[in-house]
Nanobody, 128 residues
């Protein structure tokens, strides 16, 4: 099992920026996607951005043009650069990994159900 540890959350004013980091304990060859998800109080956990093993990124419509996902393979670290933050971005942010099952990377990049390893989350609070 891979351990993931998020960091970089905090409180910021509307329009500000934060960069989240997710340190993974090890690389696994079966890994096919890394994702960022968020969950606000009383809401479902939703996919924010994901990057696959070929480096292709997918962002949710709500964050396109503002959030950028990236990874540093040498450091085994995933990042989420968040710019132009809005109040509605307030949530607990989680990183997660998805592995191939019988050689197939199942589910869409922002669908949480096939992601099997999760971090403990880091809180992002945006205020006016």
């Amino acid at each position: 099992q891979v351990q993931l540890v998020e960091s970089g959350g905090g409180s910021v004013q509307t329009g500000g920026s934060l960069r989240l980091s997710c340190a993974l304990s090890r690389y696994t060859s079966s890994r096919c996607s890394l994702g960022w998800f968020r969950q606000a109080p009383g809401k479902e956990r939703e996919g924010v951005a994901a990057i696959d093993s070929a480096g292709r990124a997918t962002e949710a419509d709500s964050v396109k043009g503002r959030f950028t996902i990236s990874q540093d393979n040498a450091k085994n670290t995933l990042y989420l650069q968040m710019n132009s933050l809005k109040f509605e971005d307030t949530a607990m942010y989680y990183c997660a990994t998805k592995s191939r099952s019988f050689g197939i990377c199942r589910g869409g990049p922002l669908e949480r159900y096939e992601y099997t390893s999760w971090g403990q989350g880091t809180q992002v609070t945006v205020s006016s």
